[in-house]
């Protein structure tokens, strides 16, 4: 693998137990979109698939599709591997790659793609080599099923409580708030805190850049490559299929 920077170095040890609440909230609505994904056509990717919770509903909505996750971040590839380890209906059919999405060997054909949370580690240079490439690997019918997460603009994001799970004796919270910066990104703050009782047990404090990405400009950057974007469920789950126009 090339040099790859990971913004999850730090973090990475409580994304998977903090993004489990998007997938609790969304899932029958991935689902209902990976069902509509052509059979036997092919691996579905599943890019920067992070712990894996995404990977492990690909696999159990389309019993006998084959999956490839990939991920470059080491914790969270640690967390992935495991849970697909784990799994003897998983195991047999999910490869786990620690590659970057734009270095990632992929297969000529793919069955659909799932970029679940993950857009805004694109830059507008590297979205448009990702749509260049994946219009000619997507089989007919299948997609790149991608979420557009708030804030589509860069603004300010008011710093709230986005998570909190107790295990053990311990309870996890983590906070989040953005400031923009430059006219396409904008920079979260997170911070995660484990305390017990009131002990403050650790504090980590992380900041990473995101691009934002806007229906609008999804829609423009697609278009020259011969790829359609569509809306799929509620509005509020901001999630987009993008697919190959029909000749
Ligand atoms: C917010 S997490 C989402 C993880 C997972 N898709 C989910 O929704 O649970 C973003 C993920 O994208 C991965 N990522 C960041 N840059 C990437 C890249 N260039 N290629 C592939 N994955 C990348 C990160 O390592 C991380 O796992």
Redesign the pocket.
């Known amino acids: 693998m090339s040099e790859?920077h990971?913004?999850?170095d730090r973090s990475?040890q409580f994304?998977?137990i903090m993004?489990a609440g998007?997938?609790e909230h969304h899932a029958t609505t991935v689902a209902d979109a990976l069902r509509e994904l052509p059979a036997d056509a092919g691996p579905v990717v599943?890019?920067?698939?992070?712990?894996?919770?995404?990977t492990r509903l690909i696999a159990r909505t389309l019993p006998a599709a084959h999956v490839l996750a990939?991920?470059?971040?080491l914790p969270?590839r640690s967390v992935l591997l495991s849970r697909v380890a784990e799994d003897p209906d998983l195991r047999p059919r999910v490869t786990v790659d620690g590659?970057?999405?734009?270095s990632?060997r992929l297969p000529d054909r793919i069955g659909g793609l799932?970029?679940?949370?993950?857009i805004g580690?694109?830059s507008p240079y590297?979205r448009d080599r990702l749509w260049e490439d994946l219009a000619t690997r997507l089989a007919p019918g299948a997609f790149v099923l991608l979420n557009l997460p708030e804030p589509v603009e860069p603004e300010h994001v008011g710093r709230t409580r986005m998570s909190e799970l107790r295990i053990g004796e311990r309870s996890y919270t983590g906070w989040a708030g953005a400031e923009p910066a430059g006219t396409e990104q904008v920079s979260w703050h997170m911070t995660y805190e484990v305390h017990e009782g009131d002990r403050l047990i650790s504090r980590d404090e992380v900041s990473y850049a995101w691009w934002t990405v806007s229906e609008k400009a999804l829609r423009a950057e697609a278009a020259p490559h011969g790829l359609l974007v569509v809306p799929h469920g509620p509005a509020a789950a901001g999630l987009f299929k993008v697919l190959r126009e029909e000749k």
Do not use: Q, R, T
Not at 46 to 54: E, F, K, M, N, V
Not at 70 to 73: F, K, M, R, V, Y
Not at 99 to 102: E, P, T
């Open positions: 790859y990971d913004p999850y990475g994304l998977d993004i998007w997938w599943d890019a920067g698939a992070g712990g894996g919770l995404g990939i991920e470059p971040s969270l590659d970057d999405l734009l990632a799932v970029a679940a949370n993950l580690h694109f590297e």
